[in-house]
């Protein structure tokens, strides 16, 4: 099926789809997708190096349907901003910008790695912003799978994860040496 440029660039996006979008390829579904990139050189399709060309293309591929808030032609629509940026206001479970109080629709959790995401949905207080809000609506078809409390990390788990990222910062700065 032929698309139009403009209907690719509508389902083109960042990988907060697929973040919030648990379960939603099966193994069925995930050995396809690799035959088409590996065996039929799709991944030739896609041009970058970011996570998110990858996912637009397994949109573009599954035809899942999304909308795009971005591009919407109500301008009261086109809301989003950076979680670590921007600051919001929260009320009644909904966020909204601090300026006119329009509601934010989307998120992007850019500078979060996904290990924060992974102890977060575990129960463990990574100090994000509005990590409140996210594991309300991660688990809102599931709520009883929510942590019910969030919890800091112990000093001996800090400390080990610190020692864990000097060693790897270490570790790269001798292999760049070593070449």
């Known amino acids: 099926?032929?698309?139009?440029?403009?209907?690719?660039r509508s389902q083109?996006?960042?990988s907060s789809f697929f973040g919030s979008k648990r379960g939603l390829?099966?193994?069925?579904?995930?050995?396809?997708?690799?035959?088409?990139?590996?065996?039929?050189?799709?991944?030739?399709?896609?041009?970058?190096?970011?996570?998110?060309?990858?996912?637009?293309?397994l949109t573009l591929r599954g035809e899942y349907s999304l909308f795009n808030f971005t591009l919407s032609p109500d301008s009261q629509d086109r809301?989003?901003?950076c979680a670590d940026a921007d600051p919001f206001i929260e009320k009644d479970q909904i966020l909204y910008?601090?300026?006119?109080?329009?509601?934010?629709?989307?998120?992007?959790?850019?500078?979060?790695?996904?290990?924060?995401?992974?102890?977060l949905s575990q129960g463990e207080d990574v100090g994000m912003?509005?990590?409140?809000?996210?594991?309300?609506?991660?688990?809102?078809?599931?709520?009883?799978?929510?942590?019910?409390?969030l919890n800091a990390?112990?000093?001996?788990?800090?400390?080990?994860?610190?020692?864990?990222?000097l060693t790897q910062k270490i570790s790269r700065k001798i292999n760049r040496f070593s070449v």
């Open 1 to 8: 099926m032929q698309r139009t440029a403009a209907e690719i």
């Open 12 to 14: 083109i996006h960042c």
């Open 25 to 57: 390829l099966d193994s069925h579904q995930l050995s396809d997708l690799k035959q088409k990139l590996i065996e039929h050189q799709e991944v030739n399709w896609i041009n970058g190096v970011a996570e998110a060309f990858l996912f637009s293309y």
């Open 79 to 81: 809301t989003g901003n």
């Open 97 to 119: 910008n601090a300026d006119g109080l329009k509601p934010i629709h989307r998120i992007h959790y850019m500078n979060y790695g996904a290990e924060k995401f992974a102890r």
């Open 129 to 149: 912003r509005y990590q409140e809000m996210f594991l309300l609506y991660r688990f809102l078809k599931n709520p009883h799978q929510k942590p019910p409390v």
């Open 153 to 165: 990390p112990s000093f001996w788990v800090q400390v080990n994860r610190t020692a864990r990222t």
